[in-house]
Nanobody, 121 residues
Framework: QVYLVESGGGSVHPGGSLQLSCRVS????????IGWFHQTPGKERDLVAC????????YYGDSVKGRFAISRDDAKNTVYLQMNSLKLEDTGVYHC??????????????WGQGTQVAVSP
């Protein structure tokens, strides 16, 4: 069985920071593409960051470039999303995903239950 468990969400003021964690069991994070999706009610899910298996190359959505950073700890089988300079529009549920690919984060295979981020004045 493959499980993805997110943690680290919470409530912050604009400009604040959070670090989300995605602990994976059942597969090794170093072998697959791991992504973070942002979901808000009434909107489609939005891929905000992806880290590939090969060379740990990364992708960021335009709305988070320069503010968010995705990283991986193979020993802990965990992927992190460091979120800085948070904005009101970053509010939502963040899901970690694992795809059976090396480079592409499509959210097509495994999802975690999500962790809530609330940015408010």
């Amino acid at each position: 069985q493959v499980y993805l468990v997110e943690s680290g969400g919470g409530s912050v003021h604009p400009g604040g920071s959070l670090q989300l964690s995605c602990r994976v069991s059942g597969l090794s994070v170093k072998d697959y593409a791991i992504g973070w999706f942002h979901q808000t009610p009434g909107k489609e899910r939005d891929l905000v960051a992806c880290i590939s298996s090969e060379e740990e190359s990364t992708y960021y959505g335009d709305s988070v470039k320069g503010r968010f950073a995705i990283s991986r700890d193979d020993a802990k089988n965990t992927v992190y999303l460091q979120m800085n300079s948070l904005k009101l529009e970053d509010t939502g549920v963040y899901h970690c995903t694992l795809d059976y690919t090396v480079y592409f984060c499509g959210g097509n295979d495994y999802w975690g239950q999500g962790t809530q981020v609330a940015v408010s004045p």
